[in-house]
């Protein structure tokens, strides 16, 4: 009987130390970097836990910090040019989720709109994220991992202001945000759907090439896996709305053959010494982070992982300064 009874009780601790590692929970710190006030939201995907919150507001320069079930998967975006309308409904002119309310309570961002995609805990126990463009574009954002194993942790997202470079055809109402091919016409070869929806015969597009070139680690349209999603384990994550250059930095293109898409140069308007410092070394430590991420710059796993960790320290100092 003692045996048992010991070995019962064993078994309960065993259980419960199991409990607690698959409840202790993830942080997302979001950081607004942006000059204006944004609302950001979230939504669950099916059959996942729900979070404490699914919108709040976020002054310039602040940040909050959510606590996130290891077992969630879902999105988040952020919310921008937001007020009451005349009968009182909480609505946004940019990245709008419909409920008319701050929180969001189950409703997903309106194109166009940069979305945040997480699933944690997946597939060998690694978290799975990236940044899409495939819903278009309305604010810039970077994600990064902050002490997770496993996988690689990159840094990823799409830090440059694309909204003054949008080409004509996909600008959004009112000119606020840039839509994606699919949302603008509605084309199944936009769309990877129908007869084009297989990554075989969807292939990037004129339009989807403008988000590739201008952001290299985001998705541009639905089969853009192979550079776009990321991995880590344990990991805890900061996201940040509006980060180093863009503070500082303007985007405007032109095309020398006349045609209607932009490319996408970087100016050299700066606000300060301090700033233009800033942004440039925010743009070599997120080339060379992208260069180790998807090995076309030749180091050993050791030191890759060494490299990929400090360029996210110092990309997370750089947002807070």
């Known amino acids: 009987m003692g045996c048992l009874h010991l070995s019962s009780t064993f078994l309960s601790f065993l259980f419960l130390i199991s409990l607690l590692?698959?409840?202790n929970p993830a942080s997302f710190k979001i950081v607004n970097r942006c000059r204006h006030t944004?609302?950001?939201?979230?939504?669950?995907?099916?059959n996942t836990p729900q979070?404490?919150?699914t919108g709040f507001v976020l002054n310039p320069g602040k940040s909050r910090t959510v606590t996130i079930p290891r077992s969630w998967s879902g999105r988040l975006w952020g919310r921008a040019l937001c007020g009451q309308d005349s009968s009182g409904k909480f609505v946004c002119l940019s990245g709008d989720c419909g409920s008319g309310q701050i929180?969001?309570?189950?409703s997903g961002a309106k194109p166009p709109a940069t979305l945040a995609e997480f699933?944690?805990?997946?597939?060998g126990g690694l978290?799975?994220?990236d940044v899409s463009l495939v819903d278009g574009y309305n604010l810039p954002m970077l994600v990064v991992a902050k002490g997770g194993k496993g996988g690689n942790c990159c840094a990823t997202g799409c830090l440059l202001d694309l909204n003054g470079a949008c080409p004509p055809q996909l600008r959004g109402d009112g000119g606020?945000?840039?839509r994606s091919a699919c949302e603008a016409f509605g084309d199944p070869q936009y769309c990877c759907s129908g007869a084009f929806g297989t990554p075989d015969v969807c292939h990037p597009s004129v339009f989807s090439l403008f988000f590739k070139h201008a952001c290299p680690r985001a998705y541009s349209y639905a089969y853009d896996d192979v550079t776009s999603t990321y991995t880590c384990a344990g990991a805890d994550y900061v996201i940040i709305f509006c980060p180093p250059p863009y503070s500082s930095q303007k985007v405007f293109g032109a095309r020398k053959d006349g045609a209607l898409l932009p490319l996408v140069n970087k100016s050299t308007i700066y606000l300060s010494r301090i700033h233009a410092s800033r942004a440039a070394l925010s743009d070599c430590l997120q080339l060379l982070g992208f260069l180790v991420c998807h090995k076309k710059y030749s180091v050993s796993p050791l030191h890759s992982k060494v490299l990929i960790f400090t360029v996210n320290l110092i990309l997370v100092s750089l947002a807070r300064l």
């Open 21 to 23: 590692s698959e409840v």
């Open 176 to 178: 606020v945000g840039c």
């Open 38 to 46: 944004i609302w950001p939201g979230f939504l669950s995907g099916a």
């Open 127 to 129: 978290d799975f994220y």
């Open 51 to 53: 979070l404490p919150t």
């Open 119 to 123: 699933t944690l805990n997946g597939d």
């Open 103 to 106: 929180e969001c309570s189950g």
